[in-house]
T-cell receptor, first 114, second 115 residues
Framework: NAGVTQTPKFRILKIGQSMTLQCTQD?????MYWYRQDPGMGLKLIYY???????DKGEVPNGYNVSRSTTEDFPLRLELAAPSQTSVYFC?????????????FGSGTRLTVV | SQELEQSPQSLIVQEGKNLTINCTSSKTLYGLYWYKQKYGEGLIFLMM?????EEKSHEKITAKLDEKKQQSSLHITASQPSHAGIYLCGADMGAGGTSYGKLTFGQGTILTVHP
């Protein structure tokens, strides 16, 4: 039972480059989320999805895009990377809204933009 | 300012000591989740509170939600080095399930336990 799998675990990007952060879950969860974590700032929601084909913006969506073509996958795309996007990115999923156990989190992707 | 304030931001205790971490909001919390994070890892779910006055315990960790559902506390009894990490509270601030599961998080509390 893999849960939520994020790849890559680490990445260094140059300013202006693009990349996709991958997120896959094998629990048949409807809801998926992307958060970023900056030191001393907790987690901020970037985008979320309530099911395949449905996505919506969170609190800090600028500079990012997502897609949800299947229930399992929820990739996060960074276009024209900027130093402000240096952060740790977490993908999370839940079966229906939050239930009694909250999210299942991936182990994170640590991104540095130089 | 944060919608969800955690205090303290960091805490250093000697092994065996008790400690409390607080999570406060000016708004009603419709679900309050406590998570623990170790460096380089994802967040591990600890407990979820939903009803005013609710209290839950697991091993040496107790979490409470006040009657007004605006403040939660996480208490660790007889701390151990294995308790070290970052503790985060996350709250569902949408009444009637309107939040689509989106959580608002506190800044986190870094806990260090010295042997």
């Amino acid at each position: 039972n893999a849960g939520v799998t994020q790849t890559p675990k680490f990445r260094i990007l140059k300013i202006g480059q693009s990349m996709t952060l991958q997120c896959t879950q094998d629990m048949n969860h409807n809801y998926m989320y992307w958060y970023r974590q900056d030191p001393g700032m907790g987690l901020k929601l970037i985008y979320y999805s309530v099911g395949a084909g449905i996505t919506d913006k969170g609190e800090v969506p600028n500079g990012y895009n997502v897609s949800r073509s299947t229930t399992e996958d929820f990739p996060l795309r960074l276009e024209l990377a900027a130093p402000s996007q240096t952060s740790v990115y977490f993908c999370a999923s839940s079966y229906f809204q939050l239930a009694n156990y909250g999210y299942t989190f991936g182990s994170g992707t640590r991104l540095t933009v130089v | 300012s944060q919608e969800l304030e955690q205090s303290p931001q960091s805490l250093i205790v000697q092994e065996g000591k008790n400690l409390t971490i607080n999570c406060t909001s000016s708004k009603t919390l419709y679900g309050l989740y406590w998570y623990k994070q170790k460096y380089g890892e994802g967040l591990i779910f600890l407990m979820m509170l939903q009803k005013g006055g609710e209290e839950k315990s697991h091993e040496k960790i107790t979490a409470k939600l006040d009657e007004k559902k605006q403040q939660s506390s996480l208490h660790i009894t007889a701390s151990q080095p294995s308790h070290a990490g970052i503790y985060l509270c996350g709250a569902d601030m949408g009444a009637g399930g309107t939040s689509y599961g989106k959580l608002t998080f506190g800044q986190g509390t870094i806990l260090t336990v010295h042997p």
